[in-house]
């Protein structure tokens, strides 16, 4: 894959990573086996047929290729650039055994780019309307994948998005230089012409409430709010000016478009020296975004090794070449202001590993030495929780944890006629796994109001 220069792409929100070349991409296919028992395929969580997919690049058929694609992904151009195929497809490719797994992805992106620029693929077979009517509620991955499965079977399906723009994080969260905008708006327009119905600046728990949405016809509701509610530290200074959560940060800068003020009127507090606690994808995007508003110095700051990093390793090099530093083994504890309020410091104990927790990674402990690190702007990206508006306004709808919502893996919760999936069943995950939530929902739908099986109430 290529990418643009570091110095150059660190000053700008233009997409970081440029594809591959058609040179490129035929040669890659070439390098598929083919495999009888294509390993790939099972580390796909939507099954897409790879083998067969990639067949068609070999033979110079891209549109043909990204065909096959959306035969079980609706969303290709997305996930060809987020997902992390280095632990699904490719990491599960037999070439990696012994060398290098094809890029899988890497094609997937460049069929679905082929088609921007040179063509459309005609739309999938889509059955003819059975009278139907099916809600979705929330248009992230989960949400767009329900939505078009069941278009496709002729049910006529509306999402209900209340935020102003759909397309849940991969809209408001992950920043235009590694997902643009005007991609996700190409695949929520093919959502669309499937016959997707999208209402925007609905909220569903205050709008309309559940009931509501049954009494007006819909047979079955799917619920895919995510999980978009920041996660606190609990340390002193939390509050102090100047200190963002990332989800409140990212939306700002990504969907309210804060990089342009004063063209949009969504003001962003700019900083010198900016902290960024986390080691995940989240925190990499906040980095990153710090610096593309003009930040001389981002930090990282993160409790365990880059080795326990739960962000892709392709972020911590992007994230590298662009000057962006890491303090490992270091864990906030203070974030300390001057006598105004304002963020002057964040204070960190210097960590050590031991023995490995219950996440399987080995667990941070104070070594007794601390440092303090000189910033004006401190970034909290420790992770996001469910939101509760919607969840806690549907009576006796079972939960688990911090408000999220029990469903089993075709998607049934114990409220008939009430299924769920992605990050609001599981915590924050990711766009294919939400996506392969989606999937199942859809059959699972489609059996209910068929009636072909009674759904069992979901336990866990
Ligand atoms: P979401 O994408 O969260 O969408 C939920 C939607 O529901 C939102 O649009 C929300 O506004 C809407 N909603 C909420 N409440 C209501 C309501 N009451 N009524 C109507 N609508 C409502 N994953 C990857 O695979 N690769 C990555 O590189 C990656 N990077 C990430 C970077 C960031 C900054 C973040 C935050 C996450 C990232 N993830 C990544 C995780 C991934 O984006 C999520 O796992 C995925 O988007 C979850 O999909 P979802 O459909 O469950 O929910
Ligand atoms: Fe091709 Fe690798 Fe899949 Fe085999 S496992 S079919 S080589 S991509």
């Known amino acids: 894959m290529r990418f643009r220069d570091p110095e150059k792409r660190k000053n700008d929100f233009k997409e970081v990573s440029l594809g591959l070349t058609e040179r490129q991409a035929v040669k890659e296919a070439d390098r598929c086996l083919q495999c009888k028992k294509p390993h790939c395929v099972a580390g796909c969580p939507v099954e897409v047929d790879i083998p067969k997919f990639i067949s068609f690049v070999k033979e110079k058929d891209y549109l043909g290729g990204l065909k096959k694609v959306r035969e079980f992904n609706m969303l290709p151009a997305i996930c060809g650039r987020v ?8 990491g599960n490719c037999i070439l990696g055994k012994k060398k290098r797994p094809v890029s899988i992805g890497a094609i997937e992106r460049f069929v679905a780019d ?15 309307s059975n009278g139907h009517k099916v809600a979705v509620v929330g248009s992230g991955p989960a949400g767009l994948t329900v939505a078009a499965d069941l278009a496709k079977l002729g049910y006529e399906v509306t999402v209900f998005e209340a935020l102003h723009e759909a397309g849940g994080v991969l809209a408001y969260g992950i920043p235009e230089f590694r997902l643009p905008k ?3 708006q190409r695949e929520i327009d093919f959502v669309k012409s499937l016959g997707v119905k999208i209402i925007l600046n ?18 079955a509701i799917f619920i895919g709010v995510g999980a978009g509610s920041p996660k606190y530290l609990g ?11 990332a989800s409140e940060f990212l939306t700002r800068v990504n969907l309210m478009k804060a990089y342009k003020f004063p063209a949009y009127d969504t003001p962003i507090k700019k900083a010198r020296r900016v902290a960024v606690v986390g080691g995940g994808n989240v925190a990499m995007d906040s980095a990153r975004t710090a610096l593309r508003l003009g930040a001389e110095k981002v930090y990282i700051v993160y409790r365990r090794t880059e080795h326990e990093m739960p962000c892709r390793h392709e972020e911590v090099e992007n994230a590298t070449e662009e000057g962006i530093e890491f303090f490992f083994l270091s864990n906030p504890k203070e974030i300390t202001g001057d006598d105004r309020g304002w963020v002057k410091g964040l204070r960190c104990d210097k960590m050590v590993l031991c023995e490995p ?3 399987g990674r080995r667990r941070p402990e104070c070594s007794g ?3 303090t690190l000189e910033v004006d702007q401190v970034i909290m990206a420790i992770g ?15 939960l688990w944890g911090e408000g999220y919502i029990v469903a089993d893996r075709d998607g049934n919760t114990n409220i008939k006629g009430i299924f769920a999936g992605g990050d609001i069943t599981t915590g924050a995950a990711t766009v294919i796994s939400a996506m392969g939530a989606g999937k199942r929902a859809a059959r699972s739908i489609d059996n209910f109001i068929m009636g072909r099986t009674a759904p069992q109430p979901a336990e866990r």
């Open 384 to 398: 996001q929780t469910s939101n509760p508006i919607l969840v806690r306004s549907i009576d006796g709808l079972n």
């Open 182 to 184: 005007k991609i996700i």
């Open 202 to 219: 609905w909220v569903v728990g205050r709008t309309q409430t559940i009931s509501e949405l049954f009494e007006d016809g819909f047979k």
């Open 114 to 128: 082929y088609e921007a620029s040179f063509g459309q693929t005609e739309l999938p077979e889509i059955r003819p």
């Open 83 to 90: 997902c992390p195929q280095e632990h699904q497809c490719q």
């Open 357 to 359: 927790d219950a996440s």
């Open 369 to 371: 030495e601390e440092f």
């Open 235 to 245: 340390i002193p200074g939390e509050n102090r000016n100047n200190v963002y959560f």
